[in-house]
């Protein structure tokens, strides 16, 4: 059975940073491309960052420039680094395998992007 945890979400001011992490029990790492999406209240989830078994990444051009997705198979672990954070990153950050797995949605981390 795999879990996936997000952490590393919170408050910060535009211009900010934030690294989100997202810890997966079991080994899909090696087998599965990754994905970071988000969600807002009344819209659907957006995939906003992908990274596959051989590091090469793909953005969504809202965040392109901005975030940085990486991943560590030792660690079992996908992070998100954001910079230049904006109001409109205010979102649950969630990871999932691509195409995602419903059974393998997590709680998400919150970000909130505000002065």
């Known amino acids: 059975q795999v879990q996936l945890v997000e952490s590393g979400g919170g408050l910060v001011q535009p211009g900010g940073s934030l690294r989100l992490s997202c810890a997966a029990s079991g080994s899909i790492f090696r087998i599965y491309a990754m994905g970071w999406y988000r969600q807002t209240p009344g819209k659907q989830r957006e995939l906003v960052a992908t990274i596959i078994s051989g590091g090469s990444t793909n953005y969504a051009d809202s965040v392109k420039g901005r975030f940085t997705i990486s991943r560590d198979n030792a660690k079992n672990t996908v992070y998100l680094q954001m910079n230049s954070l904006k109001p409109e990153d205010t979102a649950v950050y969630y990871c999932?395998?691509?195409?995602?797995?419903?059974?393998?949605w997590g709680q998400g981390t919150q970000v909130t992007v505000s002065s």
């Open positions: 999932n395998i691509i195409p995602p797995r419903g059974d393998y």
